[in-house]
């Protein structure tokens, strides 16, 4: 059986190596991605600091692929025509028997004027490192600054974990007393992280920006994005020398460019709890691709549910395990809907952390905690290191 993958991060990599692992000879596995570069995208937040460099949080991908297995094209996924199990690439034709999409997001930059132009964001490498450069320049003048989450979006996590590390680095660069800091959230309260929230968290938060001196906004969007301000939808202008937003992610152009796929507005694939798509049987979803029933609604401004590296990477081993059973000829496949995953997150606040357990990402739940660590974010450290460590290895079992 010859199954494709469409992407090599948290979700797809995980996919393949599994796929690999459990499938043995029995299983060829392509991988199909323009980036050589497995990246650990939660510790993004770290470079504009200098706290960490790029080359600290990757490595080469393909070189671990092919040891374990795994081919590896170098090419960018144009297109899919599910009823002819092909992809186009621009490399040529790929056919498939089973095809797993995990394609990650892209950003939603024109989500209001300005955002692409004047607000930095820390998302991905180049746009860490760019925001370094501004803050290097920023300090020399300070002035107000405004961090948040725009309309839409659902990666309220690290926004929070930048606003938390913006601050501690004033204080370091003894500016502090020189700006005012704004944070904007769509979110109904603080802390709703687009969960619905966990009991005491909402306190917590507020006994965050009251402690650090933050002003903060809940329920608005951004209506433009100025050089020196930001228009709020409520009319409200905050004076900004330096902004940071997390736009909302959207499909990638490769599901959007495949109709047969029958993909949602947004551009995310429809799957069953199996994360087996709705109309194609020898199609999945996994990680960021996949489309998310949220239970909750929005307040007055619309905002959606986060889609991080721990799902991503559970919902890769999930289709991997679906599609090995098939392949022996079984009929009842691993089911566990998104909502349904653990939550697991460590939120960094600048050297020092929150710990955010839960049964289930969605309510209802039996459990959830945040635990506030104001000594160290020694478990965020630890994770990343783990995590690095596991997958440079190929060790996608292990939890």
Same mark, same amino acid.
């Given at each position: ?7 090599? &991060?948290f979700a797809?990599?995980t996919a393949?190596?599994e ?5 043995k000879q029995?299983?060829e ?5 323009k ?9 993004l937040?770290?470079?504009?600091f200098?706290?960490r460099e790029i080359?600290?949080i ?7 692929? @092919?040891k ?5 094209? &170098?090419a960018?996924?144009i297109?899919?025509?599910p009823d002819k199990?092909i992809?186009?690439?621009s490399k ?8 797993v999409?995990?394609?990650g997001?892209?950003?939603k930059?024109d989500?209001a ?9 820390i998302?991905?490498?180049k746009?860490a490192?760019e925001?370094?450069?501004?803050l290097e320049?920023f300090?020399k ?6 961090i948040?989450?725009?309309q &839409?979006?659902?990666?309220m ?13 004033l204080?370091e ?6 700006v005012d800091l704004?944070?904007?959230?769509p ?8 969960i ?5 968290g909402e306190?917590?938060l507020?006994?965050f920006m ?10 608005v969007?951004v209506k ?5 301000r930001v228009e709020?939808?409520?009319?409200e202008?905050?004076p900004s020398?330096?902004?940071m937003?997390?736009p909302?992610?959207?499909?990638v ?16 694939i429809p799957?069953?709890?199996d994360y ?6 020898n199609?999945?979803a996994?990680?960021i691709?996949?489309?998310v029933k ?5 307040g007055?401004?619309? !905002?959606?549910?986060?889609?991080t590296?721990?799902?991503s ?8 395990e ?5 392949s022996?000829?079984e009929?009842?496949l691993?089911?566990?809907a998104w909502?349904?995953?653990p939550g697991i997150?460590?939120m960094d606040?600048?050297?020092?952390e929150?710990?955010i ?5 969605f309510k209802? @739940?039996?459990f959830a905690v945040?635990i506030?660590?104001v000594?160290?974010d020694f478990?965020k450290?630890? !994770? ?10 190929g060790?996608?079992y292990?939890?």
């Amino acid at each position: 059986m010859k199954t494709v993958v469409i992407g090599g &991060n948290f979700a797809g990599l995980t996919a393949a190596l599994e796929l690999k692992r459990k499938g043995k000879q029995e299983q060829e596995v392509v991988v199909i991605d323009k980036s050589t570069v497995f990246l650990f995208i939660p510790s993004l937040i770290w470079v504009p600091f200098g706290r960490r460099e790029i080359k600290d949080i990757s490595f080469r991908k393909d070189e671990l692929l @092919r040891k374990k297995g795994v081919e590896f094209i &170098n090419a960018e996924a144009i297109k899919v025509d599910p009823d002819k199990n092909i992809v186009v690439t621009s490399k040529g034709d790929v056919s498939y028997d089973q095809l797993v999409i995990a394609t990650g997001p892209k950003v939603k930059y024109d989500v209001a004027p300005g955002v692409k132009e004047y607000a930095h964001y820390i998302g991905t490498p180049k746009g860490a490192m760019e925001t370094r450069k501004a803050l290097e320049k920023f300090k020399k003048d300070p002035g107000p600054v405004v961090i948040g989450a725009t309309q &839409n979006a659902g990666c309220m996590g690290a926004a929070y974990e930048f606003l938390f590390n913006i601050e501690k680095w004033l204080r370091e660069q003894k500016i502090r007393k020189k700006v005012d800091l704004y944070w904007i959230t769509p979110e109904t309260f603080l802390g709703h992280f687009g969960i619905d929230g966990i009991k005491g968290g909402e306190t917590m938060l507020k006994s965050f920006m009251k402690m650090f001196h933050i002003h903060y906004r809940t329920e608005v969007g951004v209506k433009e994005v100025f050089k020196d301000r930001v228009e709020l939808t409520t009319g409200e202008i905050l004076p900004s020398k330096f902004t940071m937003l997390m736009p909302p992610f959207i499909g990638v152009d490769f599901v959007t460019n495949s109709p047969g796929l029958h993909a949602t507005e947004a551009g995310y694939i429809p799957v069953t709890n199996d994360y087996r798509h709705v109309d194609y049987p020898n199609v999945w979803a996994a990680g960021i691709a996949v489309d998310v029933k949220l239970p909750f609604t929005p307040g007055k401004i619309p !905002f959606s549910g986060p889609k991080t590296g721990y799902p991503s990477d559970e919902t890769g081993k999930i289709v991997a395990e679906n599609i090995i059973r098939l392949s022996k000829g079984e009929t009842k496949l691993k089911e566990k809907a998104w909502g349904k995953i653990p939550g697991i997150c460590v939120m960094d606040a600048g050297k020092k952390e929150v710990i955010i357990l839960s049964d289930t990402l969605f309510k209802p @739940r039996k459990f959830a905690v945040m635990i506030p660590n104001v000594l160290y974010d020694f478990s965020k450290v630890l !994770f990343e290191k783990y995590f690095m460590w596991k997958t440079k290895r190929g060790l996608s079992y292990l939890p």
